[in-house]
């Protein structure tokens, strides 16, 4: 059986009908976003959103030109909102499942998203030209850098202890497909377990992958 979280499938059957699906070229992924082997363990594919996450801050703050910092901020949006939910979707349950103590882990680890989903929805409205733009995604990635810190030393290492080479691949694969279909922007109200937050995704993610069609991203 996959480990794909069997209350996604649940949620996702009665409705997926009644839904219209989301056109390719929104839900495709963006070019300059790095792919990972289709063997890659859980821990790899989860530390390799933690580096594009952390590369993409790097370019905002560096950046000299307002338009590579709304690229990037854009990018940095798109990045860390379909990784967060899709942890809470697939990572977290698993946690609860195959860690000794995951439950409490997984608490944790969903009140630390909150807080920042909550600064990234405050960031993701700002304009470069906004004295807040700045204050707002620094406190943001001191925020994300400590839960970042502690799931890959901590999270991590116990789930793959407790996982064989093959289900943390298969874990690996279902947290790549939730990504496509998940929310690319914040939306802090909603729910962040399935099977409430699979629904609100469904609910909000067209608009969001349509909205990112006038977005300007990184340029290959």
Known sequence: MSLFSLPIKAAVRPIAKSIS???????????????IPASALISDAVKHDHCELEEYYDKIVNATDDATKVRYQNAFTWELA?????????????????????????EKD?????????????????????????PTIKSLMEDLSTHIKEEETQDLVGLEEGLTTAES??????????????????????????????LAGLLATPMDRLGDMFRKFPKD
């Open 110 to 134: 969903r009140a630390e998203h909150q807080v920042v989903k909550e600064k990234l929805h405050k960031f993701q409205n700002l304009s470069p030209s906004d004295p807040k733009f700045m």
């Open 82 to 106: 379909r990784h967060s939910i899709s942890e809470e979707l697939v990572v977290y349950p698993a946690l609860e499942k195959y860690v000794n103590g995951g439950k409490n882990l997984a």
């Open 21 to 35: 699906p989301v056109p390719l070229s929104i839900t495709s992924v963006r070019t300059f976003s790095r792919t």
């Open 169 to 198: 691949e298969d874990l690996s694969k279902s947290f790549a497909r939730t990504k496509k279909f998940v929310p690319s922007r914040s939306h802090p109200s909603a729910p962040n377990k399935p099977p409430f937050e699979t």
